[in-house]
């Protein structure tokens, strides 16, 4: 169990819950308008608390995007909105599904727990669902024995977290039959591997290819850390970076 913002919130919905459903049961079921302190505050932030719970918990919950790994189609300092119901509804904290309302599909972007640190959200995109092969050497990409088609789009200046600049090109790859924009960076050399991702497993990939750590150096995500899907972009604000882009508002993670 992770001592996080999760964590707090569920122990503070339940800590000013009780102490008002005890106060509410011995003054006999009516409000004393002598009440002492400790209840008012509960009584009082018992109904935020719980809205917010249910919202992050079970609706959506923000993030915000701290490195390049998912440039171009996510900026450093994007915040995002993340669907927690796409993939089914989790219990809070203890990360029980509960409900079954769907699978994480090729293409998605996806929010999931590291599996070397759970405590570390990490985004990346969904390249490989259980029975996929992957094949990846360098630059080159297969699924399942199909190598993914690739249209030059330009070149592209990749800013990382300290606001440096790295020149890459810039792709538009067909991930059988999704389409979506990476990066490479020419004439770097890449890792090279190969698996069959397994029942309950899903292989994830930045889309910033050449500077992204995902599982192609540590591994396959278990299904039990997905948290969510990558659905819009609500604000952008970089300090040290661009600082606040108006344009990047509302655009939809593809």
């Not at 102490?19 to 018992?46: K, M, T």
């Amino acid at each position: 169990m992770d001592f996080d913002l999760e964590f707090w919130l569920v122990s503070a919905t339940a800590l000013t819950g009780v102490v008002w459903l005890l106060f509410w049961l011995f003054s006999g079921h009516q409000q004393d308008e002598n009440e002492p302190v400790l209840v008012e505050y509960a009584r009082s932030f018992f109904p935020v608390l719980l809205a917010v719970l249910v919202l992050r918990s079970f609706v959506a919950e923000p993030f915000r995007i701290p490195s390049g790994s998912m440039l171009p189609t996510l900026e450093i300092g994007d915040f995002i909105l993340v669907n927690k119901f796409a993939y089914g509804l989790r219990l809070p904290v203890l990360h029980t599904k509960i409900l079954e309302l769907g699978k994480p599909t090729r293409g998605d972007v996806v929010v999931f727990r590291y599996p070397e640190n759970p405590k570390v959200d990490y985004i990346k995109r969904l390249i490989g669902v259980p029975g996929d092969v992957v094949e990846w050497n360098n630059k080159s990409l297969k699924v399942n024995g199909v190598e993914l088609h690739r249209d030059l789009v330009g070149d592209y200046v990749a800013l990382d977290q300290n606001n440096g600049s790295h020149p890459t090109t810039r792709l538009m790859e067909d991930l059988l039959g999704v389409k979506h924009d990476i990066l490479v960076v020419p004439r770097s050399p890449g890792p090279q591997g190969s698996i069959t991702v397994p029942p309950g497993e899903y292989f994830m990939m930045g889309d910033n290819r050449d500077m992204s750590n995902d599982s192609r150096y540590w591994g396959l995500v278990p299904e039990a850390n997905v948290v969510g899907k990558a659905t819009y972009v609500w604000m952008h604000l970089s300090f040290g970076g661009d600082g606040f882009k108006f344009s990047r508002i509302g655009n939809s993670i593809d």
